[in-house]
């Protein structure tokens, strides 16, 4: 019997920030998390609505939002609200002296590993790259011995992009690491955590580069929240410096986790690791507390309300059999077509969005769960993230913008 | 073996455990959690072949604990390391720093002489030619062992009982601390049993590859507690390695009858204090503790999933202010800090706890593991505690 006002399930993007949320109401909260989610190894940008159902390019979010069904959970929230919070998730991320920059009207285009652009709404100041959109020189960095980050690949996917037919050069740096397993963007980060490390990076970049140009690099500009190595080495240069979208461990993904974790410090959040939510404990509708299942024994934990920020199929919240699917925790009704060969298309990177895709729980208006005839199921548990219905975050492009938005709702109300 | 722990086809190769491994942090020699683990554990059905990058996993837990997946990628090389050693011929270094249970049954009784033994510059070029670095004190025995002391001393008696397995460093090298957890226990109208036969708990022959000794201990202690666990009776550790051990890792690394019982009855000594402040038998008449405190919690505590306890408990006591340091692995690792080959690294591992700390500058570090305590005041020049330690001080006033 562990009392609190708020207990939330899961410890990826939607949960740390439903946590925080509910915590700055002055709640007293709980976060159960079973590993750390995809925000750890993810790129940290802010995807809200990259693409609408045609697969059309999104130029401004929110206008595009009027156009997603009814049960997307951007239609279910609609946009004021998932405007609140992202300017609550932009009020944090500045007050944590980590900034991020963008907003709901307009979408960037950033390059990715591969040299490709993709839409995403809110960025890093490191990645936003308009400055590459606009230059005339740009110069590729890449580092010895990385392999996930092939400068030449860079090169001739920006090429092709419509626009971006730029002076390229490329130039290969070297680190001070020369022992041991590969190297990875997170290792080179690392080293330019030192000081050594980034004295020696400044002399050998700007050596390398011409000032006004832009530079393209890989995301390795420190582990930590902030920007110092990032305004130190814009000035040492004279140019515009843009972090691409990385391979796991992608870095910047990282460092929003450890500004969201460094929140839920401050905030008291009591932070539960390595447990497992096995099931909930329910009476007249609503839930009393949730069991973890650990090796050793199970545990209950008690409290007013719940915010399920568990995932989907891939992050664990949601499981699927032949022919039927579910919710892991409160075994939660998730509707799926009685047929399993509608669940898919044969194609698997087909050009549209995959059913299964966008199996999920549905909600009402405050994310509560109901079910397929609109009746409230849990009158105290909200939803928030992937285990919502209605959305196909590949396809969209809105994976950490629906995290975010459900999440700030679930823990407003919670 | 608990098949559904010990799966590593469940591993989507996602770098969760990359990313938050100290070890790979703080050296290139480590291939990493997910490389030494899950990826190659693929390839371990046959004869292995001796990976010397496997020797640096600390077993510390960070990779099992950010696992989105519930891999138990520190168990997958744990086991690996076991098969690795299994007949071949071990260093001296390596039997010392698994068998320190051995060594203090025969230096203990002469804790005066074996603490200047150990201290003296000869001694310390001698272990250093083994492999012991003579950048770090070793623990001193105490004059009186805590099962010395605690047979010494008259309880009152009570009928609700709890077991208390001390673990060796409480035993031979803070006494005090046993001493601590059984007053509080009195204070709590328990009266605390310690078994006959309990041997050490297996933490460090599991981190060193002699798996079939730590597998001859957990099924000793096993015989030894289960009279007590088959009348319900909980059994207390407040060494967060000897609880992981009992709770967690005999079950998944192996399989004795009667493991699940015994995972099943074992408490964290601050956990179980919570667990009776829920039923309302927690003796909460604190008084108030002076003094500025810093907490560090042990990464084999996080791996339990408990998240917190002692930090909790000691927000009870009036008026009581304490640090979360929040600052990640100490670098210990029970004995990995000690060996010369891996000091630099568990130091590295360290830095951010050391610099947090030293820039709050308490009176005392709080930590449960004896490891940690050692690390950190070693590390900072400040002296730690035990949380129990405490909390006994709340209780006396």
Redesign the interface.
Known sequence: MKQNDVIVIGGGLAGLFAAITAAKRGRQVMLVTKGVGAIAIGGGSIDVLGYDAQGVPVRDPVAAMDGLSADHPFAILGHQRVETAVQSFLGLCAAEGYPYLGDLQHNQWIPTALGRLKPTCLTPLSMNASSLKTATDVTVVEFEGLKDYCGRVMVDGLRQCPGYAKNYSLVSLKTDINDGRDLSALDVARWLDSESGQAAFIDRLTAAVRPGSVILLPPVLGTKPDYHLFHKLEQATGCKLVETVGLPPAVTGYRLRRLLVNCLGKLNVKLIEQANVVRGIIENGRCTGIVTGNLDRERTYCAESFILASGGFFGGGLQAEAGRASEVVFDLPVAVPTDPAAWSKEKLFFAGSQPFAKFGLQVDGKLRPVDASGKLLLENVYIAGKSLAGYDYCVEKSGNGVALATAYQAGAEA | M?KH?YNPDSCIA???C???CPVS?A??????PK?MGPALERFRGGETNTDF?LDYCANC?NC???????VPISTLNMLARAKQYKNKRRSLLDWMMSHSDLMSKLASPMAALSNFGMANPLTKMILKQVGITDKMSLPKYASKTFLQQFRAFKQQSFPDKVVFFSGCFINYYAPEVGMDLVAVMQRNKREVIVPEGLDCCGSPLVGKGYLDEAVEKARTNIAALKPWFDQGIPVLTCCTSCGLML??EI??MMDLEHMEQL??H?YDASEYL?ELH??GQLDTEFAPVAGRYIYHTPCHL???????PSL?LLSMIPGFQIE?A?AGCCGQSGTYGFEVAKHDIAMAVAEPVFKRIKEYQPDYIVSDCSGCRLQLSQGTGFPALHPLTLLRRAYEG
């Open positions: 608990k722990q996602c770098t969760s990359v990313a938050y942090a050296t290139r020699k480590f291939a990493g490389m990058s837990k099992d604990i950010s696992c989105p997946s519930g709770k967690m079950q998944e995972a099943a074992t919570l829920g039923q996080r791996a339990q999933g408990i998240g917190k909790e979360d929040d």
